[in-house]
Nanobody
Framework: QVQLVESGGGLVQAGGSLRLSCAASERTFNSYTMGWFRQAPGKEREFVAAISGSARDRSYADSVKGRFAISRDNAKNTVYLQMNSLKPEDTAVYYC???????????????WGQGTQVTVSS
């Protein structure tokens, strides 16, 4: 089972940027689809972005298209989420997750990190 640890969260002003990292401990990391999800206070968990094992396929939620970019460095067993033009609505706990197949559904992801808090002030 792949173990995931997120980092890079923090407090930023609206319009600013953050880069989240998710480090994985897994020999076959490059075979996993990796996703980012987030959960705001009082809200349900929602999909943010996903990237296939080879990085051939990427997908984003409509709310973050054009502002966020997902990438991965398989040599470092790490996936990233670059977040630009941040809005207060982006405030949430962000979770990294791994899936055995391409999916945008949280239920298909079998391993999850502990989450990292992102707070965007107005």
């Amino acid at each position: 089972q792949v173990q995931l640890v997120e980092s890079g969260g923090g407090l930023v002003q609206a319009g600013g940027s953050l880069r989240l990292s998710c480090a994985a401990s897994e020999r076959t990391f490059n075979s996993y689809t990796m996703g980012w999800f987030r959960q705001a206070p009082g809200k349900e968990r929602e999909f943010v972005a996903a990237i296939s094992g080879s990085a051939r396929d990427r997908s984003y939620a409509d709310s973050v298209k054009g502002r966020f970019a997902i990438s991965r460095d398989n040599a470092k067993n790490t996936v990233y989420l670059q977040m630009n033009s941040l809005k207060p609505e982006d405030t949430a706990v962000y979770y990294c997750a791994a899936s055995l197949a391409w999916s945008l559904l949280a239920a298909r992801y079998i391993n999850w990190g502990q989450g990292t808090q992102v707070t965007v002030s107005s």
